[in-house]
């Protein structure tokens, strides 16, 4: 298989592994922020690159009047988005398609987003470049990708020293946390992006709470465990993980409240 179908199947079943439809409400204000950062008029066409469950970007772009297609490598997380959909009474098209190659004419819509999924496509030069292409020119793209020494860019390091090391030729989610990496791949593309740095704050009632959600509903600990459980290396993951959380929280209360630093890359092609 191709490494590029192998890293899709992979992808697939670490994502539709947990809930991530119940996890997904962590980052729901970094989806808040980039269409308001973005700006949405009505009937503007919008694209959702790793939309999950679309619960953070391509629903809330549809309730501000958006045309909207998400697309993920993961389908089986359309039920819930489909399901989501339906509540908030909007009408959305979801796709079956790869950040990397993405199944639309060029210059297709005016706004192209990607919170947290486009950066797990393994060729970043090839996800970047898909991403200007469906764009319009005078839309706008924008992505978050957690930042490469906050709380998530950490945990990548921490799963990277426990886990089998990734096929030859995936780059490493976290160089999108990497400012200087961001502005080649898009260099690349032809275009100049744009970074802030943002802090989304996730909240649990205990630091156990934190542990037990994430080992239950976060796909890539599922995954893990599978392959650590029966190595007999999973406590000591947890344990490690433990300690990381304790690092990034700031409450003193006995709850946990993990300080997330991300980026947002603003592009205008
Ligand atoms: C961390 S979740 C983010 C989901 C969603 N954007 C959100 O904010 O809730 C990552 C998502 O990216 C998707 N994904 C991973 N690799 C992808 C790729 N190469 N192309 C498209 N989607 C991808 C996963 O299936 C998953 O739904």
Redesign the pocket.
Known sequence: MAVADE??QR??A???AGD?DSF?RL??P??TLILDRVGIEPAVDLL??????????AIPAAQRGAKVVG????PE?FEHARRRAADAGVEIEWIE????QLPFEDASFDRVI?????????DHTR?AAELVRVCRPGGRIAM?TWANDGFAGELFKLTGSFMPPAPPGVEPPPLWGVEAHVAEVFGAAGVSPSLTRETVDFDFTSVEDAVQQYAADF?PFVVARGVLEPQGRWDDFIEAFRDLVLRFNPARDGTARIRSDYFVITVDP
């Open positions: 890293f899709r992808a697939r670490t994502w539709s991530w997904s980052v729901t970094v989806g959702d690159v790793g939309t999950g469950s679309g619960g953070n970007v697309v993920d490598v993961t997380l398609g790869d950040a990397q990607s919170t947290f999924g486009a950066m797990f496509a393994p996800a978050a796909g």
